[in-house]
């Protein structure tokens, strides 16, 4: 079972609000990754990081920022939301172990901004 | 640049009838593939993985895919369904120490009675 952790897993907040979601893994894990997955559609990767102080832009735009200060945490935080930021996000996390490169999948944090 | 292509949306089956789920890929290295099932309101858990060696793999809850080179494609297979395959299935690709995976849209899989 893959210990990674999403929190919240539903969350409606309004227009202008700031928010975070969390996401945890007790793997030790170096890399990380946050998609974006709007209701029928592919995943989109909109940050991903290598470790501790590393973060990039994923293939999606995306107005929300991240922060790798521990290893095993990686929030996404929205000064603002907007309902046009309304989907899935998805959090992973992966290690390159021989010839192994397999993500594993929080449980998403659905969200919706009224 | 990589891209998967998954051409069916949807698809229905009965249930115990065999299933075929379709995935195509563009990599211009070789690739190592994933299929990851998603159930309503959960993550992705992964099917089975390719990397190397045979090109017939086998996974959880008796999925198979078979990696053919010379059609860039890992198609998932199950001889029997069951209505809890009922899901969303993504096919995956990416590459050893590589950033990421590029996903592709999903198949949503319908299981009749």
């Given amino acids: ?114 | 640049a990589q891209s998967v292509t998954q051409p069916d949306i949807h698809i229905t089956v009965s249930e115990g009838a065999s299933l075929e789920l379709r995935c195509n890929y563009s990599y211009g290295a070789t690739p190592y593939l994933f299929w990851y099932v998603q159930s309503p309101g959960q993550g992705l858990q992964l099917l089975l993985k390719y990397f190397s060696g045979d090109t017939l793999v086998q996974g959880i809850k008796g999925f198979e895919a078979e990696f053919k080179r010379s059609q860039s494609s890992f198609n998932l297979r199950k001889p029997s369904v069951h209505w809890s395959d009922a899901a969303e299935y993504f096919c995956a690709v990416g590459a050893l120490g590589g950033n990421k995976l590029v996903f592709g849209a999903g198949t949503i899989l319908r299981v009749k009675s």
């Fill in chain 1, 1 to 114: 079972e893959a210990d990674i952790y999403q929190t919240p897993r539903y969350l409606v907040i309004g227009t202008g609000k700031k928010i975070t979601l969390e996401c945890s893994q007790t793997m030790g894990h170096d890399k990380m990754y946050w998609y974006q997955q709007d209701p029928g559609m592919e995943l989109h990767l909109i940050h991903y990081s290598y470790g501790v102080n590393s973060t990039e832009k994923g293939d999606l735009s995306s107005e929300s920022t991240v922060s790798r200060i521990r290893t095993e945490h990686f929030p996404l935080t929205l000064e603002s939301a907007r309902p046009s930021h309304t989907s899935q996000y998805l959090c992973a996390s992966s290690e390159v172990k021989g010839a192994s490169t397999e993500a594993f999948f929080g449980q998403g944090t659905r969200l919706t901004v009224v």
